[in-house]
Structures are given as C-alpha cells and as structure tokens.
C-alpha cells in the first residue's frame, strides 16, 4: 500500500520528534520514498544523521545550502501526502495565521498534496484557547489532524497531548492510501458504546460495552468515502480520524435526542450502541443514603432508538441494528429486526469466546430482512468491522 509512496515529514521541536525514527524505519521498510525537513528547533531533539541515514536522503532545514537555493514548491510537489510530526503550538500557531519564516514552513504553503497534523504539546497548551482556534482554522484550511493521546507528557504531568505513536502514525497513512469512494458522499449516522442512567449525583446504571466495535465501524466507513457522525456513550475510545463527527452522550435519552436531529439526513444509520433499556424514574439531586438493607429503585423504559427510526425510516435509508443474544440468538434476533424495522441485525452471542464486551475480537452473523444469514469467523474488531462495511455497500450499492 505505500510501496512507492513519496512521504514528506516535517519535523518541528519537541521532545516526540524521537518517534520520527521508528515512523520513517517502518516506511522505509514498507518500500516508501521518505525525504525529511527539520525546524531548527527540531535538531535540539532528534540528529538529523540518524534521519538522513534511515531515509536514504539527505535532511533539509534551510531556504539555501551554500549558494542554492532549496526548492520548496518542488518538494511539496513531489510529496504524495506532506505530515508534519510533531507539531509544535508555535509552528501551529504560524500555520493558521500564513507566517512563513523557515523551509518547513514554506514547503507547506507551497504543498499541493494531502497535509496531516499531529500535534504534540503539553496538555494546557493543548486546551488552550487560541490553541483550539488555530487547529480549527488549520483544519478549516483542508488540513487533516492526527488526534493526541492522553498519557505521561514530558512535563511529566499526565494528560492529552502526546503525540500519536509511530505505528499509529503509520497505519494512518496507510489508511491514507487505502481511501476509496464506494461510500462516496453518502452521510452515515453511527451509535457506539454504552449509556449512563443517573440514579443519583454518583451513581448511575450502566452496561460493559466498551464502545470498539462502532468506533472501528466508523473508521471503515470513512475510508470507504463516507460522510461519518458518530454518537456515542461514555468510553476510553479515541477516533484517528479527525474527519469524523464526534457527539459524546451520556444517556440513553440524550442519545435520542441527538440521533433523531441527524437521522433525517442520513442514507446509512448503523445502532451499535449498547442503550440500557431501563432508566430510573427519578433521579435523587443528592447522593442517597445507605439505610434499609433493601433499596427497591423504580425504572422505566427509555426510548428505543432503533424501533423509533425504523418508524419513520424513508425507502432510500438502509438502517442497521445490533443484537447481543445469550440464547435463542437467531430467532430472537430475525424478531428484533422485524419489529424493529431494521434492514439487517449483526448477531452476536455472548456464548461465542473472545468475543463481544472488552475483547479487541468479534465473531458475529449478519441476518437480512430477507432471511439471509451471513456467518463470520472469529476475528479483529477491524477486521468485523470491513465485514459489516463491505455488507452494507453490498446493499446499498445495488
Ligand atoms: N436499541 C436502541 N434503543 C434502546 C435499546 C436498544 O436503539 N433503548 C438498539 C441497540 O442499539 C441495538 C438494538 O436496539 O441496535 C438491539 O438492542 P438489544 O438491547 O439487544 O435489544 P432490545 O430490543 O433492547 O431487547 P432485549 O434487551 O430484550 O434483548
């Protein structure tokens, strides 16, 4: 997939620029043309030897070596994909408002191929104000964004900042190349995880679904060429893709809400979240008080979702729903997709080992309206996740 590919990296100083070697060792190593241009802030932080000597290339930093001139329109030209890693709040910063005072700098104004960003910077830079301006203003630019992590920070503090992992990096730009358009300009609409049901100001019901099933869903599907908003409960995940439209949620009613306002627009809508069915009648404003030995809590049925859109789902929306079954999986699940209206149910079963809640491994079926049923191996997340892709197009694609 990146065997021949012209890979630009830019290079500004922080202390994650380490992570370049391990990123531009892996490309190299996948038959990529790696050419490296370095800030000089940069060269406080990683030696441009070990760089030149991995990417067969000569390092460049300056506008002109000796009398010449170094030609920045022509590399970023030559680049198939220019990413700049990591960057730093200051060259951020001088991005979004057109400062152009270094060869990095230049070639990025001058660059006509795609351009990804992955920050790296202390956590309150990261939340800074004027900081979450210039990355929208640079994404709003066309630029894409590589989003951090949270973990240890070279101030040793622990927070979101870090710069994303070299293999993170790479299969990032491998997804890069791996782009197609079989979903092209269709918007899709993608529940995930689970929902919190407050009993009171500490204590809520909530269920083990961890949210990697749909999150890898809507990955797949933006790199099918899709339009993605994902809605989704309290979870770990974290999304590599900028592009995607992220709602977090709380509830199974704010969930509701939000995918009622979407659903309209959509041509896809995949119910991968876990909604609890139940929520308590009402919630306590103050913490209860451990008294009696028995607490009887009052719940009552939230809205379901998924029925709820099958209701109102127009001839041209494909409507996708989820089952988790522990017996009578089949036939429970062709029920849930008739009453539901679904187009289709992925079956899973939580009989089926390594797979379901926690694992980063699926085994599921898909059952159809007509009253096909596909059946899937053991496998990645990832992996189930083009399976369920690659079915859907199979159908709305027909
Ligand atoms: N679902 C929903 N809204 C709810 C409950 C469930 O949209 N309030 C959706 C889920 O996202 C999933 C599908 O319905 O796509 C199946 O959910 P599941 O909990 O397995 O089925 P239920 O209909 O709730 O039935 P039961 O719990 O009795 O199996």
Same mark, same amino acid.
């Given at each position: 997939?990146?065997?021949?590919?012209?890979?630009?990296?830019?290079?500004?100083?922080?202390?994650?620029?380490?992570?370049?070697?391990?990123? =531009?060792?892996?490309?190299?190593?996948?038959? !990529?043309?790696?050419?490296?241009?370095?800030?000089?802030?940069?060269?406080?932080?990683?030696?441009?030897?070990?760089?030149?000597?991995?990417?067969?290339?000569?390092?460049?930093?300056?506008?002109?070596?000796?009398?010449?001139?170094?030609?920045?329109?022509?590399?970023?030209?030559?680049?198939?994909?220019?990413?700049?890693?990591?960057?730093?709040? &200051?060259?951020?910063?001088?991005? #979004?408002?057109?400062?152009?005072?270094?060869?990095?700098?230049?070639?990025?104004? #001058?660059?006509?191929?795609?351009?990804?960003?992955?920050?790296?910077?202390?956590?309150?830079?990261?939340? +800074?104000?004027?900081?979450?301006? $210039?990355?929208?203003?640079?994404?709003?630019?066309?630029?894409?964004?590589?989003?951090?992590?949270?973990?240890?920070? !070279?101030?040793?503090?622990?927070?979101?900042?870090?710069?994303?992992?070299?293999?993170?990096?790479?299969?990032?730009?491998?997804?890069?190349?791996?782009?197609?358009?079989?979903?092209?300009?269709?918007?899709?609409?993608?529940?995930?995880?689970? =929902?919190?049901?407050?009993?009171?100001?500490?204590?809520?019901?909530?269920?083990?679904?961890?949210?990697?099933?749909?999150?890898?869903?809507?990955?797949?599907?933006?790199?099918?060429?899709?339009?993605?908003?994902?809605?989704?409960?309290?979870?770990?995940?974290?999304?590599?893709?900028?592009?995607?439209?992220?709602?977090?949620?709380?509830?199974?009613?704010?969930?509701?809400? +939000?995918?009622?306002?979407?659903?309209?627009?959509?041509?896809?809508?995949?119910?991968?979240?876990?909604?609890?069915?139940?929520?308590?009648?009402?919630?306590?404003?103050?913490?209860?008080?451990?008294?009696?030995?028995?607490?009887?809590?009052?719940?009552?049925? =939230?809205?379901?979702?998924?029925?709820?859109?099958?209701?109102?789902?127009?001839?041209?929306?494909?409507?996708?729903?989820?089952?988790?079954? =522990?017996?009578?999986?089949?036939? $429970?699940?062709?029920?849930?997709?008739?009453?539901?209206?679904?187009?289709?149910?992925?079956?899973?079963?939580?009989?089926? %080992? &390594?797979?379901?809640?926690?694992?980063?491994?699926?085994?599921?079926?898909?059952?159809?309206?007509?009253?096909? %049923?596909?059946?899937? $191996?053991?496998?990645?997340?990832?992996?189930?996740?083009?399976?369920?892709? #690659?079915?859907?197009?199979?159908?709305?694609?027909?």
């Amino acid at each position: 997939m990146l065997k021949d590919k012209k890979i630009l990296i830019g290079i500004t100083g922080s202390i994650a620029a380490y992570k370049i070697i391990s990123l =531009t060792r892996l490309l190299v190593k996948e038959g !990529a043309e790696v050419r490296v241009i370095l800030t000089k802030a940069a060269t406080d932080f990683v030696p441009t030897l070990v760089l030149s000597t991995l990417s067969k290339k000569p390092v460049l930093q300056d506008l002109s070596i000796s009398d010449e001139w170094a030609n920045h329109v022509e590399l970023g030209r030559w680049a198939d994909v220019f990413l700049i890693a990591p960057l730093t709040c &200051n060259t951020l910063a001088k991005m #979004s408002c057109g400062i152009c005072d270094n060869l990095l700098l230049a070639t990025y104004y #001058s660059a006509t191929c795609p351009i990804v960003l992955a920050p790296a910077m202390d956590e309150d830079m990261w939340h +800074h104000p004027a900081t979450k301006i $210039n990355v929208d203003k640079v994404k709003s630019f066309g630029n894409s964004i590589i989003n951090v992590n949270s973990g240890e920070l !070279a101030s040793g503090l622990i927070g979101e900042g870090r710069m994303a992992e070299p293999e993170e990096l790479f299969s990032y730009l491998q997804n890069q190349f791996s782009k197609s358009s079989e979903l092209l300009g269709k918007s899709v609409l993608i529940t995930a995880g689970p =929902t919190f049901e407050a009993i009171d100001p500490v204590r809520f019901i909530g269920n083990h679904s961890s949210g990697k099933m749909g999150f890898a869903i809507a990955e797949e599907l933006y790199l099918k060429g899709a339009i993605v908003t994902l809605i989704t409960g309290p979870t770990n995940e974290k999304l590599n893709i900028s592009e995607i439209k992220r709602i977090d949620v709380v509830s199974a009613d704010e969930m509701f809400q +939000h995918t009622m306002n979407f659903v309209d627009d959509c041509d896809i809508i995949i119910m991968s979240a876990a909604v609890a069915d139940y929520t308590p009648i009402a919630v306590a404003k103050e913490k209860v008080k451990k008294k009696e030995n028995e607490w009887n809590l009052q719940l009552t049925k =939230t809205k379901d979702i998924l029925a709820s859109i099958g209701a109102i789902k127009k001839h041209r929306q494909f409507l996708v729903g989820f089952a988790l079954e =522990t017996n009578n999986e089949q036939e $429970n699940a062709f029920q849930k997709l008739k009453i539901k209206n679904a187009d289709c149910i992925v079956l899973n079963s939580l009989n089926d %080992k &390594n797979a379901g809640f926690g694992y980063n491994t699926n085994k599921i079926s898909i059952l159809d309206k007509s009253g096909e %049923k596909i059946e899937f $191996n053991l496998k990645s997340k990832r992996e189930v996740a083009r399976d369920i892709v #690659s079915f859907i197009i199979s159908k709305v694609n027909v």
